[in-house]
């Protein structure tokens, strides 16, 4: 039997959560939808790249802590839930929701890691060597990873999506 949580820890629990997951995917859905679009509409090459850097850098950060905060109170409003049962015990609809979300949050940490520690190091090298006028830079390739950045920022949106679904089938088992 899962002890009781006090109700005022469960509540900012909840309350944490919920201000962490809107931050998080309020900065990524208003980066995708509105200033990506506005950028690459307004803002020509030189000004373009880096204040698009900035900006999904700015998010990133903001997302990383989000996830630090989601996994700290998401594990404490899991363990008070009435229907957990145990490590991997999935006995009714509850714990198999919260398996497949869990499941799909690891795919949104493997594509966020991937867009974080792999696409922006190549894109940042590029815009750096881009700034030298020495160096030759390869604008296909430099195009080729923007592009693989922004699908991947939609999969990420859509995995987002797809965990507020889950949880509110939790909700409702």
Request: charge should be positive; proline fraction near 3%; glycine fraction near 4%.
């Amino acid at each position: 039997m899962v002890e009781q949580s006090p109700a005022w820890a469960l509540t900012l629990a909840y309350w944490i959560h919920i201000a962490a997951t809107v931050f998080w995917l309020g900065g990524m859905t208003t980066l995708i939808l509105f200033i990506l679009p506005l950028a690459r509409q307004y803002l020509v090459g030189n000004v373009y790249r880096p204040f698009l850097m900035k900006a999904y850098s700015r998010i990133q950060q903001v997302g990383w802590f989000c996830l630090a905060l989601l996994t700290a109170t998401g594990m404490f409003q899991m363990s008070s839930h009435p229907s957990y049962q145990g490590f991997l015990a999935i006995n009714n609809p509850w714990a198999l929701a919260i398996l497949m979300k869990h499941l799909v949050i690891g795919l949104l940490l493997l594509a966020s890691a991937y867009i974080t520690w792999i696409l922006d190091p190549k894109i940042t090298r590029l815009n750096f060597l881009q700034q030298d006028i020495e160096n030759e830079v390869n604008y296909l390739e430099l195009r080729r990873l923007e592009i693989m950045k922004m699908k991947m920022s939609w999969f990420n949106l859509i995995l987002f999506l797809v965990i507020l679904a889950l949880t509110a089938w939790a909700r409702t088992s």
